[in-house]
């Protein structure tokens, strides 16, 4: 029986329809295809491929075979050459409205054509056109791969919208979860067209992860909104070219296509976007939400609230740069990278600081949700951005993600574990705010004037109600080993309060571990502890011997300074915990203004006490690296900028009357585990008679460890004048002979 007389339901073997084989005697057997050409060389493969065009089964391959081949020897290369993808399988396609190039797309997916073809004909498509968007030209392009469209529900909906955060899609993907079926997203309009994501229920997100992430990137719109008592995604003017349109349907048709005829990919779980006016294809990676209220179990986030936090033994691996962690730079920024992207990510990019000097390593990660609401939080300017410093640009950019997640994970959403009460009915677990927020009676009474003429981190609450209702959020005392309350206002940014209590980021910490975590929380701790019990009181300090440091990059980072008219010192203002705490200080040499910027750092390790110090100085540097203009700048910072000369406040000098400290004189203890460390300070502390809590704020959605330490009784630097420490422990160290009085402190407020 000749070959084009077989049945038609026989399967014939040929070279794959998406490459075409091309002989050259005696060298190979090309097969060209769209992505290449592969070679196959052997004489005997020369002469088996013209039998391999698809007009042959098996049997008539091995009829046909000439002189010098074998069945056996034919069986063993057909075997490698199917392996390896190059032949395939084919039925008769006689009288098939379907074209060779269709088959061909389908064998270059890997498919078996005849099967993608027939899922792809016989599969139903709903569709979904919202608001004033064509649901007919939809349906044109979907027609176009011979796809049907059912007006009931079919085996995959696409969803045409002009906002992925249409308010519709709630509803649309609550009924295909019930259902069980996909569906597909699709903005055809705008600028920036959109395909993807296929939600498929009970595996991936769902479109509420999708929403969340989307949401928490419209800060500013949000804000609008919000004012002006409208909910919702803020309606956009309708924008787009006919073609742009057509081209993002015909896309959306050609994933259906793909979808229903069994392809699976990674790729299907993201975003594709085209911005027509760049030219720019991008991948927007869309990951399912662990606490989702959709998919997920909306309670994971209080429910770990409620356990133990439990340190464990982390021993650490990298040791230089700005501190002890246990995951080097660049293993945490490659494991959490994906977090870092314009439209699913939580950080829309990390940028380099161009003002000033490459060196500076400033970089910047989005807006600082810690500034505050209203236009204020919205402004860049110093704190109002998260950003991150180092010695190395890698240092830096990993800095930067870490503190942009860490004022994520800190936001509040709503699954947080609370508590309802008052102080008075709580009080055998809750801690008084007062012990932690620390205004003093004084500043109650004239807190009206005082919060208008300063800026938002200055801001002075109203004296908290023993009696009130609010939510309050446990926190684990690793002194106690038990949980105690704060209220959930002071330990989230956002979260609903009264106006007697206010969330800052002192505490706050990511870290490539837990234990990484907790011990930087404590570090800042001590640290503004440090700096407020030296700034308010304006006690000379000594400073430090820079070239004892023998620190190629700190002698580099005079020489920057220098270079840019400026000279910086570096002061030791460690306090009575005696970790090494260091305040880096910069200023103009010449011209009207000083300039006067500073940095802080603390550790356990004096070298990276002032490494911390003066790479925050430099991450503070581009503000006024040849800037002139202080208008964008709020009050505080602009009145320092303005009006300080050092000569003026010689306690921002070295004290004159003792000599530099040599670094190599301040004893340091290197342990190889952090957990180690935190147990060293959280015993120096304890001494004191504070106590350590920790509430563990990571997020499953971004599983980078995060968490808020709370030492009652240690100081924050912003102005918060009650009595304690502030007043105390510069007479306990001998700096001044007694405590100073309300009216004798710095009133010039720390502006970083």
């Known amino acids: 029986m000749r070959p084009e007389l077989a049945e038609p339901d026989e399967r014939r073997i040929g070279f794959r329809r998406h490459l075409r084989p091309q002989i050259v005697r005696g060298e190979a057997v090309y097969l060209i295809g769209e992505s290449g050409v592969t070679a196959i060389q052997g004489t005997h493969v020369e002469t088996l491929a013209p039998l391999l065009d698809g007009t042959r089964d098996l049997a008539a391959v091995l009829r046909d075979l000439p002189a010098g081949l074998t069945e056996d020897m034919v069986s063993r290369m057909l075997t490698r050459l199917a392996a390896a993808g190059l032949i395939g399988r084919r039925c008769e396609e006689d009288g098939s409205a379907t074209t060779e ?18 899922a792809t004909t016989t599969s139903l498509v709903s569709v979904v056109a919202l608001g004033d968007l064509d649901r007919d030209a939809l349906v044109d392009a979907l027609h176009g791969n011979e796809l049907t469209v059912t007006s009931g529900s079919g085996d995959l909906t696409v969803v045409a919208c002009a906002d992925y955060l249409a308010p519709e899609l709630r509803d649309i993907d609550a009924e295909h979860r019930a259902a069980g079926r996909p569906w597909l997203l699709v903005k055809p309009v705008g600028a920036e067209v959109s395909v993807g994501p296929f939600f498929t229920p009970d595996d991936g997100p769902c479109w509420r992860c999708l929403a969340a992430r989307l949401s928490a990137n419209r800060k500013a719109e949000a804000h609008v909104r919000r004012r002006c008592g409208q909910e919702g995604p803020a309606p956009r003017p309708l924008i787009g070219l006919p073609s742009l349109t057509a081209m993002a349907l015909e896309i959306a048709s050609v994933e259906t296509a793909k979808w229903l005829a069994g392809i699976r990919q990674d790729a299907q779980r993201s975003i594709w ?58 293993e945490v920024l490659d494991g959490y990278r994906h977090l870092i992207g314009p439209v699913t990510g939580i950080i829309k990019e990390i940028r380099r600081n161009t003002e000033g000097p490459e060196f500076f390593n400033s970089f910047r990660s989005g807006s600082n949700i810690a500034a505050g609401e209203g236009i204020d939080g919205l402004r860049s300017a110093l704190r109002a951005d998260t950003g991150g410093k180092g010695v190395t640009a890698l240092d830096a950019q990993v800095g930067a ?17 609370r508590v309802r009460g008052s102080y008075q009915t709580l009080a055998d677990r809750a801690i008084h705010p ?42 684990w005392s690793l002194t106690e080993q038990r949980h105690r309350l704060l209220p959930t206002g002071m330990l989230y940014f956002g979260a609903p309060c009264p106006p007697s209590v206010t969330a800052n980021s002192n505490g706050c910490a990511a870290g490539s571990s837990l234990e990484d975590a907790v011990l930087q929380g404590l570090l800042e701790l001590v640290e503004r502890d440090a700096v407020a019990i030296w700034w308010y009181n304006r006690t000379p300090m000594p400073g430090m011997d820079l070239d004892s440091f023998h620190d190629p990059w700190i002698t580099q980072n005079r020489e920057v300074h220098a270079s840019l008219g400026r000279e910086v010192w570096l002061l030791d203002v460690t306090a009575d915990l005696g970790v090494p705490v260091m305040v880096a200080i910069s200023r103009r ?49 602009r009145n320092w ?37 935190v147990r060293a300070i959280q015993r120096t502390v304890e001494d004191r008679g504070m106590e350590v809590l920790v509430l563990d704020q990571t997020r499953p959605d971004f599983e980078l460890p995060v968490v808020r330490v709370v030492v009652p009784g240690l100081r924050h630097f912003w102005s918060r004048f009650a009595q304690g420490r502030l007043y105390d422990v510069p007479v306990q160290l001998g700096r001044l002979p007694r405590p100073h009085g309300y009216d004798e402190l710095n009133p010039i407020p720390l502006f970083m």
């Open 101 to 118: 190039a269709t088959l061909a797309y389908w064998d270059a997916a890997g498919l078996d054509p005849a099967d993608a073809v027939a």
């Open 273 to 330: 976007s085209y911005d027509s006016l760049t030219m720019k294809v991008a991948q927007h990676e869309v990951r399912a939400r662990p606490q989702c209220s959709g998919c997920g179990d909306p309670e994971v986030v209080a429910r770990r609230t409620f356990e133990p936090v439990e340190l464990v033994s982390r021993v650490k691996h990298s040791c230089d740069g700005g501190g002890h962690r246990s995951s080097p730079p660049q």
């Open 401 to 417: 993600l870490c503190e942009a997640v860490e004022r994520r994970s800190g936001a509040f959403v709503g699954d947080e574990a």
């Open 434 to 475: 007062d012990t932690v927020q620390q205004y003093h009676p004084r500043q109650f009474a004239g807190r009206e004037l005082w919060n208008a003429a300063h800026s938002n981190f200055q801001h002075v609450t109203a004296p908290f109600d023993d009696e009130e209702v609010m939510d309050w959020t446990p926190l």
């Open 589 to 637: 040499t010449g011209g009207e203004r000083e300039d006067v910027m500073l940095g802080c750092g603390a550790h356990l390790d004096p070298r990276i006490a002032a490494r911390r110090a003066l790479t925050e100085l430099n991450q503070c540097m581009p503000m006024v690296c040849g800037a002139s203009d202080l208008n964008g700048l709020d009050v505080d910072v």
């Open 641 to 677: 900028f303005e009006n300080t000369r050092v000569a003026d406040h010689p306690w921002l000098a070295p004290d004159p009357a003792e000599p530099p400290r040599d670094v190599r004189d301040i004893g340091y203890t290197h342990r190889a585990d952090l957990a180690d460390d």
